[in-house]
Structures are given as C-alpha cells and as structure tokens.
C-alpha cells in the first residue's frame, strides 16, 4: 500500500435547527401560551488519534466530511434532536492546521487523543423564551446557527525515539534491517527507500526505541532535487539523530566528508530546530576498509564532519558495532526522559550558566571486526 502522509480535506458541521414559534391549542386549555421548543445543536467534527492506522490513504480520496444538522424545533415544547458528531479516525502522529492560515489546530501524537476541529451551530431558541407579563403571545423565534466550515491540512509525522538521516545507499535501511524486525527493501541502487519504514530495537525484555528510517537526501533538495524534503518532517518528533555516512564508496571520486557536510546544509535549509537535534555521526561499511586504514578514515570523517555528540564505526551489512551502537541510543534515552522527568537538561543548564554533566557523551572510535 502506497505511504500517504499528507492529505487536504474540508470539514462541515451542522448547522443548528430553528426554534418554533407556536402555540397551544388545545381542548379545555382556552388561550393557550406559546409552546415553540428550540432546535437542536449541529453535530460537531471530531478528530481521533487511532493507533491501528499509519498512513492518511482514508482523506486522499474523500475529501469533503459534513456532520448531521440539528432538528428543528416543535410544538408542545418539544426541542429538536441534536445532529450526530462525525468521528474521523487519523494515525497517531497527525498534525491539523488550518488551510489557509497555517494556524495549528491540533496535534494527535498518543493514542486515543481527541480534538474538535469543527464545532456544531447552535440551535435557535423557540417562542417560550419570549413570553412575558407583557408579552403573553410572543411570536417571536431564532433561526440556528451555522456550523464550522474549515479547510484543512493534514500532515503525519511519524512517532519514532530515533531517525536516520544520509545519502540514499548510506546503508539506513540495512541497519534498520539489522537491529530490528523491520525489512524494508535493500538493493545496490539509489532511492530503494521511497517511503518511512519504522523499527522495533529491542534492548532487552523490558526495554526497547522505536527507529525511523526516510528516504535519502541529496544536494540540493531544497530545489526538489532527488525526493525533496517532503519526509523531513517525520524526523521532527525524534530524541536523537543518527547521521549514517558510507565511509567506503565505490566511486573513487566521491569524499565523504563533502556528502555529510551537505547533508547538513539541507537539514539546516530545512529547519534549524531539526539541525540543533542531538545528532550520532555513524560511519557505515568499514568491513570494506583494510583493517590498517579504519583508524584513519574514521578520524579524517570525524575532523572534517565538524562538531558531533559521540562518532560510531559499523557495518551494517555484518551488524558489526550495531550491539554496541543500540546500548548506547537507549542509554541516550533513558538519560533523555529522566532529565525531564527532573526538569533538568543540558540546554536549561546553559541557560543558568551551569556546566552540563558530559560523561559518558564522549566520542567513541571503537569498531568491531
């Protein structure tokens, strides 16, 4: 099934029903007052996060959702039926703005949040609000208000511990083959990936992070070259980046430092909070580097990539370093959710001019043959 993680749609609640304006007639009941009963309320438009979906295939085809309107109003001071909300179920991760504003609506990132995103009109009120000592045959009613009407943007962004950024043939969906269940497709041709897969990692039995893998960038995707930025976005949720560069090209003239510099500069392009994400350089394929030079190229990478949190030498292909590479992530988690279960991080550290706790963030240069 073909990935869909952006959709238009148009919304339309009911409107309210019209309050009554009658009156009583009955036998033995001479005179009867007004009886006009109020309308019912529109129907709103709900959205709800629902886990078993996990792409927005459902609103690329029907577009335009419309809630039931109120009854009206009726005699014997009968008020109208309210109209049924319309539940719309979207994968958690969906995020709802406004159409023609960009303004945020709401955002589904767990499992079972609801959010209105149209609101039902009012019903109208009916002739028995108007009666008074002076007014005893008030003819008077209102009419219900209209429903919401919005145009909408939906955009998914997947919910993932880690993502995994790099050139296509990097090696991202290899080593998401090799520290989960996942299996997306792998062969020796760019953009293989024309969609985010997401992977289990089981540390151990009580512990586990959830990986995501997008298609690869290229230079110049910021002027739609190769797939564009269209999946970036599903690297904005993540806690941690993996920067998986190809240490070993077959093409003689390519230089890996060059490649992840401009990868950098599209993430930068692209948005600066994702740029400022923690953010692992991952040096894929050393197995087909000669044991003699893996030293070397690491730190010719590691020196020209700039400044990075820690530097990890794999092969994906063999799971080489993959072990220790995983333990080390869900350390970075673990450490992540305690600091803001305490309030404490290294970025509101800075802010108070203290000196954030480093250990155990060191570079690592250790490979596995």
């Known amino acids: 099934m073909k990935f869909f993680d952006e959709a238009k749609i148009e919304v339309i609640a009911g409107d309210g029903g019209n309050g009554a304006a009658t009156f009583r007639r009955e036998k033995y009941v001479p005179k009867g007052g007004p009886s006009g009963g109020d309308g019912g309320r529109g129907g709103g438009i709900w959205a709800i996060a629902d886990r078993n979906l996990?792409?927005?295939?459902?609103?690329?085809?029907?577009?335009?959702?419309?809630?039931?309107?109120?009854?009206?109003?009726?005699?014997?001071?009968?008020?109208?039926?309210?109209?049924?909300?319309?539940?719309?179920?979207?994968?958690?991760?969906?995020?709802?703005?406004?159409?023609e504003t960009g303004e945020p609506i709401a955002d589904l990132?767990?499992?079972?949040?609801?959010?209105?995103?149209?609101?039902?009109?009012k019903g109208g009120l009916g002739n028995i609000h108007f009666k008074s000592s002076i007014n005893r045959a008030?003819?008077?009613?209102?009419?219900?208000?209209?429903?919401?009407?919005?145009?909408?943007?939906?955009?998914?962004?997947?919910?993932?511990?880690?993502?995994?950024?790099?050139?296509p043939n990097a090696g991202k969906s290899t080593f998401i083959r090799a520290v989960s269940s996942a299996r997306p497709k792998v062969a020796d041709y760019p953009f293989t990936t024309l969609h985010p897969n997401l992977g289990v990692v089981r540390v151990d039995t009580s512990r586990s992070f959830v990986v995501a893998d997008i298609p690869g960038l290229i230079e110049g995707a910021a002027e739609g070259a190769g797939l564009g930025h269209q999946f970036l976005r599903h690297?904005?949720?993540?806690?941690?980046?993996?920067?998986?560069?190809?240490?070993?090209?077959?093409?003689?003239?390519?230089?890996?430092?060059?490649?992840?510099r401009a990868i950098l500069d599209e993430l930068k392009k692209y948005d600066a909070g994702l740029y400022d994400k923690p953010r692992w350089l991952v040096a894929n394929k050393i197995d087909l580097l000669p044991e003699g030079e893996r030293a070397a190229r690491l730190a010719a990478l590691v020196e020209g990539y700039g400044p990075v949190d820690r530097h990890f030498a794999i092969s994906a292909i063999n799971g080489a370093g993959c072990r220790e590479l995983t333990f080390a992530i869900m350390e970075h988690i673990d450490r992540e959710k305690e600091e803001r279960r305490s309030g404490f991080s290294p970025s509101s550290a800075a802010a108070v001019g203290l000196k954030p706790d480093l250990q155990g963030m060191e570079s690592s240069d250790e490979t596995e043959d």
């Open 109 to 121: 990132d767990c499992d079972g949040k609801r959010a209105l995103i149209a609101q039902g009109g």
């Open 138 to 167: 008030p003819k008077q009613c209102t009419p219900g208000t209209p429903g919401e009407r919005r145009d909408l943007k939906l955009e998914l962004k997947v919910l993932a511990d880690v993502g995994l950024l790099g050139l």
């Open 54 to 99: 996990n792409t927005l295939i459902d609103f690329r085809y029907t577009r335009i959702f419309r809630a039931e309107r109120g009854e009206n109003g009726m005699s014997a001071d009968c008020y109208g039926h309210g109209g049924e909300d319309l539940v719309l179920r979207m994968p958690v991760g969906t995020v709802i703005s406004d159409l």
């Open 235 to 260: 690297l904005q949720r993540t806690r941690l980046l993996l920067h998986i560069v190809d240490i070993a090209p077959f093409d003689p003239g390519a230089d890996p430092v060059h490649d992840a």
